[in-house]
């Protein structure tokens, strides 16, 4: 069975940035899209960037286009979220999450990922 584990997350400066690192065991990584979602406290899960199997195609929420960037090295079996200009409502519980459909729509959805990681905790204060 699939196992994630997110790493990286922690306290940073307004303005900062952050790189958060999910790595896959038990199966290839390549088979699944990889997404990160993200829970602030008081709010529902939403998604926040998606990587397809082989990288060809990648999706943003809004509120992070052109400040986050998805990648993954499919050969170390592991996913990144590299996040720049974070501001205060960035902080979060970061998660990582599969889907053997090995593609993104454009939503996101929760349900469409089976597999998850257990959340990394990312706070942006001064």
């Known amino acids: 069975q699939l196992q994630l584990a997110e790493s990286g997350g922690g306290l940073v400066q307004p303005g900062g940035s952050l790189r958060l690192s999910c790595v896959g065991s038990g199966y290839s990584l390549d088979y699944y899209a990889i997404a990160w979602f993200r829970q602030a406290p008081g709010k529902e899960r939403e998604g926040v960037a998606c990587?397809?199997?082989?990288?060809?195609?990648?999706t943003y929420a809004d509120s992070v286009k052109g400040r986050f960037i998805i990648s993954r090295d499919n050969a170390k079996s592991t996913a990144y979220l590299q996040m720049n200009s974070l501001n205060r409502d960035d902080t979060a519980d970061y998660y990582c999450?599969?889907?053997?459909?090995?593609?993104?729509?454009?939503?996101?959805?929760?349900?469409?990922?089976?597999?998850w990681g257990r959340g990394a905790q990312v706070t942006v204060s001064s």
């Open positions: 999450a599969a889907d053997p459909s090995r593609r993104c729509t454009v939503d996101m959805g929760i349900y469409l990922f089976d597999f």
């Open positions: 990587i397809s199997s082989s990288g060809s195609s990648i």
